[in-house]
């Protein structure tokens, strides 16, 4: 039997990338790559793809894949545009979208955990972003897109630990959010969910980050008591006296057991040092 053809869009990036190396074992995976990663120029599974100057067009047809998971990010007009083409691309052939979205989606929403059929509405750019995009593709037949919702990615390589880390290093202070409530993930979870949706085919809306919620606060300090030795500098941001959330949690579309993670796993999963 034939490997599926999977395009990854935004390959290179941290999220993009640990997608294509879950995923390029199994399938027949490509990624793209921006001008600036010349690491990736003599990977003849990438393509060079500039949002704001090429035409995602060319990418699709040189690759026909039968699924596009977009990781894509940078300039908003012209992540929208490309969307668009690709929505157009999939209305026309045999090919699938599974779209990273956000729990910014839910931004305006503080005074509880969203669940993945209510309505979104988002006060910041990004949050409206994600919406628009997601709109989009709610307007295809379900059976070719899913939209994958993200709370907070951490793992050790991740641009989130890897900050922290340079905070602690420089001296200086770590923004912890005391009255925000989250969920959290990592790339290794994620990416093996992702595995998971499309063995079996999946469509539709996931909420994919832990179970359970925790203060920013709690997280963080709890994160960075894994490194020995250091006395780190907080610096404690309070945007509302009240708890908000900024949680996205599964309730119709939940994934298998083993698949399932606690913010505590995210945790011991971190390698600090």
């Known amino acids: 039997m034939e490997s ?7 390959g290179s990036g941290f999220l993009g990338n640990a997608i294509y190396k879950e995923l390029c074992n199994y399938f027949d ?14 990977n003849k599974q990438f393509f060079q793809y500039n949002m704001e100057e090429d035409d995602i067009f060319e990418v699709l047809n040189a690759v026909q894949p039968q699924l596009i998971i977009s990781a894509v990010r940078g300039n908003f007009a012209a992540q929208i545009m490309a969307h668009q ?26 005074k ?13 750019v990004y949050g409206r972003l994600k919406i628009k995009i997601e709109n989009m593709l709610l307007r295809l037949p379900k059976k070719k897109m899913a939209i994958l919702r993200v709370p907070m990615v951490f793992g050790n390589s991740s641009p989130r630990t890897k ?6 290093w420089d001296n ?30 999946k469509s539709g809306i996931f909420h994919l980050g832990s179970t359970d919620l925790v203060h920013h606060e709690d997280f963080i300090k709890d994160l960075v008591e894994r490194i020995e030795n250091v006395s780190p ?41």
């Open 172 to 201: 200086e202070p770590i923004e912890v959010f005391p009255n925000l409530i989250l969920n959290v993930t990592n790339d290794d979870k994620l990416t093996q969910q992702i595995h998971y949706l499309i063995n079996r085919n």
């Open 29 to 42: 995976t490509y990624g793209t790559y921006n001008n600036a990663r010349r690491s990736f120029e003599g």
């Open 4 to 10: 599926k053809k999977i395009l990854i869009l935004g």
């Open 233 to 273: 500098i907080y610096k404690r941001v309070f945007t509302t006296n009240d708890d908000r959330y900024l949680a996205v949690l599964p309730k119709d579309n939940k994934l298998p057991k083993n698949l399932q993670f606690t913010y505590q796993d995210i945790i011991d999963h971190h390698r600090l040092t």
């Open 163 to 168: 900050d922290i880390k340079r905070f602690i």
């Open 112 to 124: 509880y955990p969203s669940y993945e059929y209510d309505k979104t509405l988002s006060e910041s």
């Open 85 to 110: 083409h690709i929505v157009e691309y999939i209305s026309q052939y045999d090919c699938k979208l599974y779209f990273i979205s956000s729990a910014n989606v839910f931004d305006a929403y503080r």
